[in-house]
DNA sequence: CCTACCGATCGGTAGG
DNA sequence: CCTACCGATCGGTAGG
């Protein structure tokens, strides 16, 4: 019987690219070479070629898979019967505990979603726009004038993606701050500190 | 007469230093070979290497320049005789304008300070930390109660620097806020934002 | 013995 | 699933 593909093809695709969100998160995208991500998955850069059929196609799986898990974890955290700023407090929350589970493709998006060649970068785009347009209406909602003002619930917006982006760059679990403290902070910060702004 | 240094020794320097800016903010660092931006340069590669002795020489020259620059403007930005909230708005005015006007300076703050030997980056990192307390005492100043409780003090200045740096991801220039509505919007985010807080 | 500058090429390593 | 290679390009340096 003709051999199919292997039963644990995709784990073990799952495998490489974990390894290689940390490697390309430790090293950068191009500092690491698909010998040195072979060696630290035990095994050959042609068997590694097997799997994905160049750097670019893995450096694009690692920021998918995590953007698209984003999008989910964020999505089924938006109910909209709570408070306006409970709601956004569960989205804050969720995009914090998303990061926390997964801070080396959290890393490897900010700092290499740029080395993908433009129509590679488009579709992940996409879910990045797809996930501000969510907090844009969770933002808008508490705050009436603000959400009718377009022109400035973008910017308010992009600042509080601003604090949750830049989060990884300081917070230290050991911190005298908890996620969840943090989180209900850049909550307070954006609902308080818009209330007067138009 | 012996030749000395030639005058325009300096000047070439800095154009060197400026081009290099360039191209290491649009290509990244490691994408920028030095052959590519001694021709860029208009000058040969063993030239180039006349000026700069290594490549993260270079590097380190870009990114030195610029927060000295940026720790020289916010320290003359910084009035105490101001309004604790106008203060603070000078400070984040300085910071936006000195951006704007090094914007590749600044990505390459960002994105390639990582690529530096440790003990290059440990010089760098002590002008941010200069940065930042400035920044910390100027919001402490803004809220008593905040001041005093430096737990929560170095968050809060730490999510008005992810506000700032994140700014050049999203802002342009013909959108349909100024830099000024944006570091007044980030002032009283922050104030307003943090009244309450504690 | 200095600085300014060139064409050619070094030893290693990249992705494939 | 491997070793053996490739075309190209890297950062850096030689002699003059």
Redesign the interface.
Known sequence: MARTQADDYTEKRVAIRQKAAQMFADE?F??TSMAALASACGISKALLYHYYNDKSELLYDVIAGHLSELCLDVEQADDETLSPNDRLLSLILSLLDAYSHADNEHRVQI?AL??LPADKQESLKDMERELVHRFCNAIAATNPKLGANK??L???T??L???????Y???RQSG??TREQ?AQ??M??????????I
């Open positions: 950068g191009d500092r700092n740029k080395f022109a400035i973008m910017p308010v992009m600042s993606f601003g604090m949750l982006n830049w989060h760059m300081w917070f005298v701050l943090y902070m850049a307070t910060i954006i609902t308080d500190g818009t209330e007067n702004l």
